[in-house]
């Protein structure tokens, strides 16, 4: 339990040294949601995003989103490659 938490903790600070900004991912509602094709505007925020994605599972504010079954789809029709986290799962 205490591994656990030190983990969250050091990812917590890692996400907010690479100074993400989760509340961008709001362009991408339409299509993280509802599964429409990503605008250009949504591949640009994801792209500069994709450091903080993995990340974004281990804080409960945006975990339901980023495991959401579009978010894996969407980075794939942008041409994200984000890596080994569970992202869609």
Known sequence: MCVSFVVVVALSGVVAQLDCKPQLLKACDPAIIDGNAPSTLCCSILTAEKECLCGYLEDRA?????RGPNLRKTITSCGI?????AIGV
């Open 62 to 66: 945006y975990r339901q989103y980023v």
């Open 81 to 85: 490659h984000v890596g080994v986290c």
